[in-house]
């Protein structure tokens, strides 16, 4: 499907890493970038909101450095992530600062508006909307948005239900513009699967968590390195919207991970759940069910480096298969 330039041309990989509360800063988001992958961060992680000016400043500053001494191989974009949801009292500053900077790539989240969208567009700036459904990916569209994310069964964090082939296969009926699917992607394999369903891009998300770069504690990068998709518990208690968490935190804050309380939709907060005492995201860890592939905790670098090579073995193999069936079918017809 057709990408805008700014997605097309400068990326080493077909990969959006997503933005990780309070784990996406600068120094993961850079790294990403240098790699080779849209590299991107929610702007609510910049505290207190002072910060984003200057984190943008870096990011901008660092990576046209990196383009000047690296023409051959220059970075990819980076995205700011915003939550557009009216407990989200930042979003009119934050989005003034975004625009200051010409950030490449916006990521909205958790409500559609035409004028972030506008303020984003007068700039060149293409603007993501993360979906769990195709009833929001219409809106999303009617409102301004240029590209989807959809957040199928099996993403870490606020997560959707439906399956990433049920998903896409609907919203590819309709839209033909950019779309990133996002859902248990932790290798090279399953960003070819994501492309293969009809999706451009893979949004990947709980691998980085487990890089060197990640502002995440290192209990919660080795308990991602020791689970699996069985870990993984789905539940609204922790902010008022359904999400995947790490099973073993959940049990260290003192509640029971297979009988969680339903919480009130309609009470999101984004921060602490039923135990007051433990706040999700701080001490009930965001995850998703792809991180059975995740053994290690490398650099971003070379994780992205991983995945590369293995999506290129994941091409060869299905181009090797692909070419042998029409030989048979071609014996055959003979």
Do not use: N
């Given at each position: 499907m057709a990408l805008p330039p700014v997605l097309r041309d400068r990326l080493r990989l077909p990969v959006i890493g997503s933005p990780?509360?309070?784990?996406?800063g600068p120094d993961l988001v850079i790294a990403q970038c240098k790699a080779g992958i849209v590299g991107s961060f929610p702007a609510l992680n910049a505290r207190p909101a002072s910060l984003l000016d200057e984190w943008l400043h870096r990011i901008t500053e660092e990576l046209a450095a990196w383009d000047r001494d690296n023409p051959d191989r220059p970075s990819a974009p980076f995205a700011v992530n915003h939550i557009v949801h009216k407990t989200n009292d930042r979003l009119e500053h934050d989005l003034e600062i975004s625009t200051k900077w010409k950030a490449p790539v916006v990521i909205t989240s958790l409500g559609a508006r035409e004028d972030v969208n506008a303020a984003v567009h007068s700039y060149g700036g293409v603007v993501l909307h993360d979906v769990i459904n195709d009833r929001f990916a219409r809106k999303a569209i009617e409102k301004g948005a240029d590209g989807l994310i959809t957040v199928a069964a099996g993403a870490g964090g606020h997560a959707g239900k439906l399956?990433?082939?049920?998903?896409?296969?609907?919203v590819r009926e309709w839209f033909q513009g950019p779309i990133a699917l996002s859902g248990s992607i932790a290798n090279g394999r399953a960003i070819?699967?994501?492309?293969?369903?009809?999706?451009?891009?893979a949004y990947v998300g709980s691998a980085f968590i487990a890089t060197q770069e990640a502002n995440a504690e290192q209990a919660y990068k080795d308990m991602i390195v020791a689970s699996g998709a069985d870990d993984i518990v789905y539940s609204n208690l922790f902010t008022g919207v359904h999400g995947n968490y790490l099973a073993p935190s959940i049990r260290a804050a003192g509640m029971d991970p297979d009988n969680l309380p339903e919480s009130d939709p309609s009470r999101m907060n984004f921060g602490s759940g039923g135990n007051q005492k433990s706040k999700a995201w701080r001490d009930i860890w965001g995850c998703g069910q792809g991180i059975g592939a995740v053994k290690d905790v490398p650099s971003a670098a070379e994780l992205v480096a991983r995945l590369a090579?293995?999506?290129?073995?994941?091409?060869?193999?299905?181009?090797?298969?692909?070419?042998?069936t029409a030989g048979r079918a071609l014996l055959a017809a003979e």
């Open positions: 990780l509360f309070i784990i996406s399956s990433p082939f049920a998903l896409v296969q609907e070819l699967g994501a492309q293969a369903m009809g999706a451009d891009l090579e293995e999506y290129e073995a994941a091409k060869a193999e299905l181009a090797e298969k692909t070419s042998f």
